[in-house]
Nanobody, 115 residues
Framework: VQLQACGGGLVQPGESLRLSCVAS????????MGWFRQAPGKQREWVAS???????NYADFAEGRSTISRNNVKNTVYLQMNNLKPEDTAVYFC??????????WGQGTLVTVSS
């Protein structure tokens, strides 16, 4: 399974951004897809996830400001982020949890929120 994330960039506080992650390969190996982020000097943290059955969950800090969705035809998962704050600055990673006890990871896309 290969995951290719894109959509990061520099935005001002209060603006929005949509990240995309395209999955390819044997997608039967993963149970869903999600997003994590890692801010400078901090540990990687979970942001949101969506299962193959369509169940969605958000981290507390993402609830209400973020929307995760998927296009099964395009094998793509999106993360729409609104009202971005400077503390949202991080590298955002696409994640694909497998059925075999490990996760697949994309290469990350940098989101910078700054005025």
């Amino acid at each position: 399974v290969q995951l290719q994330a894109c959509g990061g960039g520099l935005v001002q506080p209060g603006e929005s951004l949509r990240l995309s992650c395209v999955a390819s390969g044997n997608l039967d190996r993963i149970s869903g897809m999600g997003w994590f982020r890692q801010a400078p000097g901090k540990q990687r943290e979970w942001v949101a996830s969506i299962t193959n059955d369509g169940n969605i969950n958000y981290a507390d800090f993402a609830e209400g400001r973020s929307t995760i969705s998927r296009n099964n035809v395009k094998n793509t998962v999106y993360l729409q982020m609104n009202n971005l704050k400077p503390e949202d600055t991080a590298v955002y990673f696409c994640n694909g949890p497998s059925y075999y006890g490990f996760d697949y990871w994309g290469q990350g896309t940098l989101v910078t929120v700054s005025s």
